[in-house]
């Protein structure tokens, strides 16, 4: 493990944020939404079927 001091680990980020990290935008919370939603439809499943829920509203 490498230890920097602080004007050395400002470098080596900037050089790895210039060169080598691809931000792949909303593309990398694709899977974040999507599993809290199938947490949201799962708890929402197990309410109804408990009749906790008004599926006429």
């Not at 230890?3 to 691809?22: L, W």
């Not at 694709?30 to 906790?52: I, M, N, P, R, V």
Request: glycine share 6%.
């Amino acid at each position: 493990m490498t230890f920097y001091d602080t004007n050395q680990a400002e470098q080596v980020a900037d050089e790895f944020f210039r060169f080598y990290y691809h931000d792949r935008g909303k593309m990398k919370w694709d899977g974040y939404f999507l599993s809290e939603h199938q947490a949201a439809l799962k708890k929402h499943h197990q309410d109804s079927t408990k009749g906790l829920v008004d599926e006429n509203f």
